[in-house]
């Protein structure tokens, strides 16, 4: 007893702290820099094999571009999860290739792989997005690249990196979100849905689909998302309703492409 109540009275006196002393010791500036560096060195064959890819591919992209989104998703990644899924560097040079073995990141991954994508130059794919949705003016390429730096574009921007089959319905939500203050989502959806050319039934159905905000921004998360069929339809079936009212006697007949 007497030693029990020795040993507490030195404890409690600032005697060793056996727990501290087992904790690893911080890295000194020299380890740190070391361990950056070699895991450069790891990442750098991945980052050209995918650049390679790119520009071997039917549109390639800017050189710098191309590197900068590789090393973003190469050390957001890390080598280990490209070693783990059998992706080598002489498999990703092909154009061909994909990273579809990848596991889908997690929201924190696809979050920091966003940011890091953020840093590079994202002009072009503001422009590309901006006319896939059928603006073509500089304006609302500057728009998009713009709504592309925002923190809540992270994950949109990291899963469209990896294919449309990654898009979850509610980062395509917070993508048509972002894209609503650039261009204009009711007469991309006319644009697509194929009408016939008389200005003034198109005029009609757009006025009414800007009436319709909320059911537009429904379908088109689902059609940029991987949702089914089922789920595609029934959002066209939603626009139908706003859209017929245009339609010569109010007849039935306009439907949306479910892509």
């Avoid at 009408?195 to 429904?218: M, N, S, W, Y």
Wanted: charge should be negative; proline fraction near 6%; charged fraction near 15%.
């Amino acid at each position: 007893m007497v030693a029990v109540a020795a040993a507490l009275v030195v404890g409690a006196c600032g005697g060793t702290d056996w727990n501290a002393a087992k904790q690893p010791k911080t890295p000194s500036a020299a380890q740190l820099r070391a361990a950056a560096v070699a895991q450069a060195k790891a990442e750098s064959p991945y980052v050209a094999a995918l650049v390679a890819s790119d520009q071997g591919s039917s549109d390639p992209s800017n050189p710098a571009d191309a590197r900068c989104w590789a090393a973003a998703l190469v050390h957001g990644f890390g080598v280990s999860a490209f070693v783990a899924h059998g992706l080598t560097p002489n498999g990703l040079r092909d154009p061909d290739s994909t990273l579809d073995a990848l596991p889908t990141p997690t929201l924190a991954q696809a979050d920091a792989i966003g940011a890091a994508l953020q840093r590079c130059r994202l002009s072009a794919v503001g422009a590309g997005l901006a006319q896939s949705l059928g603006a073509n003016d500089a304006a609302s390429a500057a728009c998009m690249t713009r709504a592309l730096g925002r923190p809540e574009a992270r994950r949109f921007l990291t899963l469209s990196m990896l294919g449309s089959h990654r898009m979850n319905l509610a980062t395509a939500h917070t993508f048509v979100g972002l894209a609503a203050g650039c261009v204009d989502l009711a007469a991309f959806v006319v644009r697509i849905a194929g009408f016939p050319p008389d200005a003034a039934i198109r005029q009609c159905v757009t006025t009414a689909l800007h009436g319709a905000d909320a059911e537009v921004k429904d379908f088109l998360a689902l059609v940029f998302s991987d949702a089914d069929h089922d789920q595609i339809e029934q959002a066209s079936d939603a626009l139908g309703v706003a859209m017929n009212q245009c339609r010569p006697g109010a007849q039935t007949g306009f439907t949306v492409p479910p892509s």
